[in-house]
């Protein structure tokens, strides 16, 4: 199956607007038609850069996605960004789940089931993140933690909404810490994942999905990493703020 890689800077809460605006100009001058031909590329970058981001990747083949969105549809939820919002300016991707949406604001499964409908109606792409914190992997629940967030954040669907969604695997213990899982650690459950999803939504299914894997990736492992069978890429948070670590991963 041949599934295109995909590399995802995810800014998180960094940069003004006028160094993000460098950053993606630097980004751009160093990503070429050629790297995109080879390897998807995309920026979840923070809601108030969207717009003027939008304008700026226009025509450059890299794609523009939010880093969240509210799981109601609108209403009384003073601070919030809805999905519908973000179809509008227009983004095309949303990261949903992401272990720090899930760890610092209380974000469950069940939640984020909901977040993937509303991100579905508004026909914006889903990047579903899940993984396991450190306590869980050293007492070896991984998997079943792993499974359980596949389970509940993404059984509802149906084969059509499931065809469409990409997933990330970002071991919590691996975010920002310099600590990467090895590409063993990542293989196993990227395969694993894979077989979750077989066994709900089918082979064609379970074999066209990319699933990306994020944790301290850096130009140094990537090459190691996107090597594995079941690894289709990677989202980076850290080396996505460097505008040559981030390139240079899109062309490890
Ligand atoms: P780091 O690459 O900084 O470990 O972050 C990974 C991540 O959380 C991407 O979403």
């Excluded at 079941?230 to 062309?251: C, M, N, P, Q, Y």
Aim: glycine share 8%; net charge negative; aromatic share 6%.
């Amino acid at each position: 199956m041949n599934r295109k890689r995909l590399v995802a800077g995810n800014w998180k809460m960094n940069t003004s607007l006028n160094d993000g605006f460098q950053l993606l100009s630097d980004i751009l001058e160093n990503i070429k038609e050629a790297d995109i031909e080879q390897s998807d590329v995309s920026i979840f970058a923070p809601f108030t850069h969207l717009k003027i981001f939008q304008n700026s990747l226009n025509g450059s083949g890299i794609k523009l996605g939010a880093q969240n969105c509210h799981h109601e549809k609108s209403g009384a939820y003073t601070g919030e960004i809805s999905a519908e919002m973000l179809a509008s300016v227009p983004v095309e991707q949303v990261l949903i789940g992401h272990s720090e949406r899930r760890q610092y604001f209380g974000e469950t499964n069940s939640m984020l089931a909901q977040k993937i409908d509303r991100a579905l109606e508004n026909d914006l792409q889903v990047i579903y993140c899940f993984g396991e914190t450190l306590e869980e992997r050293e007492s070896e629940k991984h998997i079943e933690i792993v499974t359980r967030q596949l389970e509940e954040g993404l059984f509802h669907l149906t084969s059509d909404q499931m065809s469409n969604l990409i997933l990330a695997y970002e071991p919590v213990w691996a975010i920002g810490t310099g600590k990467t899982a090895s590409a063993g650690q990542a293989q196993e459950i990227h395969a694993e994942s894979r077989n979750v999803i077989r066994g709900k939504f089918g082979e064609e299914i379970a074999s066209s999905i990319r699933i990306l894997y994020g944790g301290s990736v850096k130009p140094s492992n990537a090459r190691e990493l996107f090597a594995m069978p079941d690894i289709d890429g990677g989202l980076i948070g850290g080396a996505a703020l460097d505008a040559i670590s981030f390139s240079e991963i899109v062309k490890a």
